[in-house]
Nanobody
Framework: VQLQASGGGLVQAGDSLRLSCAAA???????VGWFRQAPGKEREFVAA????????SYADSVKGRFTISRDRLKNTVYLQMNTLKPEDTAVYYC?????????????????WGQGTQVTVSS
């Protein structure tokens, strides 16, 4: 498996979840990004991080609530999601960037995981 996203679930508004993206070792020098797609909407950027855990970036809609981090020993990228809102409901995907640092465009990414469902009830 190239990229494996996990950790989704059904939670209430205000709760927290931590998503994990287990990546193949060959992606260890690539940036990783998280995207999400809600029903009837286009996939959108959520957060990204560089190969060394630096240069985190976030969509305005999640700034201050979500935190992206990276454990290089485990080849895993995490997305800590706090104070979840119903509008965060979506399938969340992780992807490996074509560069050492993540970007906000889907075109910056070459490999995608299968997605994990996050549902936030009001």
């Amino acid at each position: 498996v190239q990229l494996q996203a996990s950790g989704g679930g059904l939670v209430q508004a205000g709760d927290s979840l931590r998503l994990s993206c287990a990546a193949a070792r060959r992606f260890s020098n690539n940036g990783v990004g998280w995207f999400r797609q809600a029903p009837g909407k286009e996939r959108e950027f959520v957060a990204a991080i560089g190969w060394n855990g630096g240069n985190p970036s976030y969509a305005d809609s999640v700034k201050g609530r979500f935190t992206i981090s990276r454990d290089r020993l485990k080849n895993t990228v995490y997305l800590q999601m706090n104070t979840l809102k119903p509008e965060d409901t979506a399938v969340y995907y992780c992807a490996s960037s074509i560069r050492a640092y993540g970007g906000q465009s889907q075109g910056d990414y070459s490999y995608w995981g299968q997605g994990t469902q996050v549902t936030v009830s009001s």
